[in-house]
């Protein structure tokens, strides 16, 4: 292994709570909408490109309209999330300092551009990263993002940590493997059919045609 890629929402810290606030505090005081934007529905739709949350969001807008609300409202999370750094899952500067140590570190998310600067500024771990991309700089699916990344930093034997089954899939797509974090609140209902599943205390090996994904709960994985 020559590296590790990390998604951000889910896996290096949880935005949902003020990432709402901002949108619904947003929608309501600015565009006078009736609305409301609750960290439980966004963890429904969190890992999904903007303009797909936005389609979701705000069905009754023309699409225009749709990607100016949800672009605003990002300009309102990422004030936000300046002032206040979301909750850092726990040990996470340890694990990275460690992981930093040995391996190369690096970010993919399906964000808005901005996103990740504004997670690496916020909880002063930029030092530990070497590079990042998101769907906001490529406009392309996380799949090819994770490869445009790749080849960008020449990277051959990666392995991805992300929590949702649009990172497995995603993955599954690039050919690489994935590391699922399972926060108990975001893991119900994976979906994972054709897989079977072997359980060893905290950790769950879904196991298909000999390749060996780890879904960890509660903490990182410090034994790359």
Not at 139 to 150: N, Q, R, S, V, Y
Not at 199 to 222: E, M, Q, T, Y
Request: charged share 25%; with cysteine.
């Amino acid at each position: 292994m020559d590296s590790i890629i990390f998604d951000v929402d889910g896996t290096l810290w949880d935005s949902t709570e003020i990432v709402a606030e901002s949108w619904d505090e947003y929608l309501h005081n600015k565009e006078h909408m009736n609305i409301t934007i609750t960290a439980e529905r966004l963890m429904g739709l969190f890992g999904q490109p903007l303009p797909a949350i936005a389609a979701q969001l705000l069905p009754d807008k023309t699409e225009a309209e749709q990607l100016r609300i949800i672009d605003a409202c990002c300009q309102a999370e990422h004030e936000a999330l300046l002032k206040t750094c979301a909750p850092l899952y726990e040990d996470l500067e340890k694990t990275l300092k460690t992981l930093s140590e040995k391996y190369p570190l690096y970010i993919v998310s399906n964000c808005q551009a901005g996103y990740i600067e504004v997670f690496l500024k916020s909880s002063g771990l930029g030092k530990y990263f070497r590079g990042h991309l998101c769907f906001g700089d490529t406009g392309l699916e996380k799949h090819d993002t994770i490869l445009k990344l790749m080849n960008t930093y020449h990277l051959k034997d990666t392995v991805y940590v992300g929590d949702t089954m649009g990172d497995f899939l995603s993955c599954r797509k690039a050919g690489i493997p994935l590391c699922c974090l399972l926060w108990f609140r975001r893991c119900a209902g994976t979906g994972l059919q054709d897989q079977q599943a072997c359980r060893f205390d905290k950790a769950v090996w879904f196991k298909k045609r000999g390749n060996c994904d780890l879904i960890l709960n509660h903490s990182f994985p410090v034994f790359f």
